[in-house]
């Protein structure tokens, strides 16, 4: 650019802000930024005036029949367009078509277990039978004769049948063992049309996961006689379903603050009836604003369960139940520490109280969360303690917060990764180690930016979505504190509970309600190549030199050793970095002569770790 140039740039900057200003600060995709123009997004980080999005109602019927292992259901779903749009289709998701033969799948999975996916046997649209509609790429788009309107709703039925697959270790669900299921992506949900991406069009692929609008489910499950079912929601019809003494227990727990074993190994070496109905029988399950639905089911299953605390100020209570093998010994304590994750999650980090009346961890063969659900495999011999937060923090990211895992997965797997450690050494009680490595993979070219849209990411996709964001939450925690790290969540979740927030309404927001821009913290984090390093660059007469030898802002710890065999411990938060210096000067006691000094923080992600020791 010349330099007469100038006084033009300048005219135009000016009659820009402060709308450039923000946004010229963190790159935004051309196409994202449309929705912050529109006002349907703000940039400092609220929802815009014009803000919306859709949802629906499910009611829905489904019975399953164990030897054939089919799922027949019947879904009848009321579709709200509070879009500014005319909607000329509706688009479902029928993330079972995964099984059906050529399907695109991000891996293999067992050969007996392709099959013709998911059989759609009726469509209704507005009370009338449609044969128009178009079954691919775990899509079932159903175009619609007469539009849909903004501001008004469309009734569609969905009758279909699937057979659920038998091999072990299948993603997300589980056939257990021949009586024991959880059962994930298992009904045709409506895809989320936003302002961002109209409709989303990423076929499910066994990978990329969540993305849902908020909906209300009534669901009744139809099982054998002596199956429980725990799913996402309130059970509706315990008291016609249970015999008196489990229905006691089952209250019991509601309010217990230790673990109540509603069914006990001993009631089952006794052969006790759970149920009055010995044939089949259904169970009527309800969530309200809800972006998605998952239930697990056994007729030999133990059951844990016990209240949590998870608003102290209005004393608001969940139940958090244990389902599980007796053969998983982990799984004995895993109520307990459900509880305990649940409480220090609304109370520590995020520090937000539960959203949800109910949490069932689910012995499953997975690592999943669902609303109120997860599927976790039994790890014996290790700590349950950590998978089970895991899981259960996912809560609030992607589910209160409705993040898109299929372009950020960042924002939901990063926090889940920052609480493995956060959250799980407080419900321990000591430091379980669950540091992710990003220092082994940070500079590579396995290594991308953050904001790389999930879907664009093959063997980076756990780099960017876990291991990095994870080591940027601990530098920032760092670096502003508990108070003013829990006040940015705290404005963050209740501006964006139940919407979806894509990654410039976290990083204005979180800028916003720190007071401060810090855009030189998010840019080499999320946004930029590169890689951490520190190094212990010399030592004069008067201070240790720490030299910033990488691209990221992140905190200085470590330890001097003097001649006179004291030591000093010195902290500095990745503060120190922001004005762009490459080194800094930490002070000591002056007189002493320094022998070693050594980088040692361990929540610190350093890359080179040769350059962390000087010795005399
Ligand atoms: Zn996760």
């Known amino acids: 650019m010349s330099r007469k140039n100038l006084p033009f740039v300048f005219a135009l900057a000016c009659l820009l802000t402060p709308a450039l200003l923000h946004s010229q600060d963190l790159y935004m995709f051309r196409n994202i930024r449309k929705a912050y123009d529109k006002g349907t997004r703000a940039y400092d980080g609220r929802p815009g005036p014009g803000y919306w999005q859709n949802h629906a109602t499910y009611s829905i019927d489904v019975e399953i029949d164990l030897p054939t292992r089919e799922v027949r259901g019947s879904a009848a779903i009321r579709y709200f367009n509070d879009s500014p749009d005319t909607l000329k289709m509706v688009r479902l998701k029928l993330a079972h078509d995964l099984w059906r033969k050529n399907s695109q799948r991000a891996y293999e999975l067992a050969a007996r277990d392709i099959n013709e996916g998911v059989n759609v046997r009726a469509v209704r649209v507005r009370n009338a039978a449609v044969d128009k509609f178009n079954q691919a790429n775990t899509f079932l788009d159903i175009p619609l004769e007469q539009a849909l309107p903004p501001g008004q709703s469309i009734d569609l039925e969905i009758d279909w049948t699937h057979t659920a697959p038998a091999a072990p270790g299948t993603p997300r669900e589980c056939v257990c063992d021949s009586t024991t299921w959880f059962a994930a992506y298992w009904y045709p949900q409506v895809a989320v049309y936003d302002d961002l991406h109209g409709w989303a069009d990423m076929p499910y692929n066994g990978m990329q996961e969540m993305y849902n609008d908020f909906s209300d489910y009534d669901v009744r499950i139809t099982v054998p006689g002596n199956v429980m079912v725990w799913a996402t929601g309130i059970w509706q019809n315990p008291e016609a379903m249970l015999t008196p003494e489990y229905l006691n227990r089952y209250k019991k727990a509601l309010a217990a603050k230790d673990v109540v074993k509603i069914f006990a190994p001993e009631d089952y070496a006794r052969r006790a009836a759970f149920f009055k109905n010995q044939e089949k029988h259904t169970f009527v399950y309800k969530a309200e604003g809800v972006p998605d639905f998952a239930f697990g089911f056994s007729d030999h299953y133990l059951w844990d369960a016990r209240s949590a605390l998870v608003n102290p100020a209005t004393g608001r209570t969940a139940l958090a139940s244990a389902a599980y093998n007796p053969d998983s010994k982990d799984y004995y304590e895993v109520c307990q520490v459900a509880a305990k994750g649940l409480e220090t999650m609304s109370t520590f980090l995020p520090g937000y109280p539960y959203p949800y009346p109910r949490m069932t961890v689910f012995n499953g063969d997975d690592g999943m969360e669902f609303p109120m659900m997860c599927n976790d495999v039994s790890i014996y011999p290790r700590s349950p303690v950590t998978l089970t937060v895991h899981e ?194 930490i002070p000591f006691a002056t007189g002493k002569t320094v022998i070693k000094v050594a980088l040692d923080d361990p929540h610190v992600s350093d890359t080179i770790r040769e350059n962390n020791v000087w010795e005399r």
């Open 392 to 585: 259960m923090s996912h809560t609030y990211f992607p589910f209160m917060m409705g993040i898109n895992e299929q372009y950020y997965a960042w924002m939901d797997e990063g926090w889940a990764a920052f609480f493995d450690v956060m959250v799980s050494d407080t419900v321990a009680g000591e430091s379980l180690g669950r540091l992710r490595n990003y220092w082994d993979h940070a500079g590579t070219d396995m290594d991308m930016p953050p904001v790389t849209p999930s879907r664009q990411l093959t063997t980076g996709y756990r780099v960017a979505s876990y291991n990095r964001p994870q080591a940027a939450y601990l530098n920032l925690y760092q670096m502003l504190g508990y108070e003013r790290f829990h006040r940015c969540m705290v404005e963050y979740m209740n501006r964006w509970k139940g919407k979806h927030p894509q990654p410039h309404d976290f990083f204005y927001t979180w800028n916003d309600a720190s007071g401060e821009n810090l855009n030189w913290f998010w840019k080499p984090w999320f946004f930029e190549w590169g890689f951490p390093d520190l190094a212990v660059g010399r030592v004069d007469t008067d201070g240790i030199v720490i030299e910033n030898r990488g691209t990221m802002p992140m905190t200085v710890s470590g330890i001097i050793e003097f001649s006179d065999g004291t030591t000093e411990r010195f902290l500095r938060t990745a503060e120190v970095w922001k004005s762009g210096n490459l080194s800094i000067t």
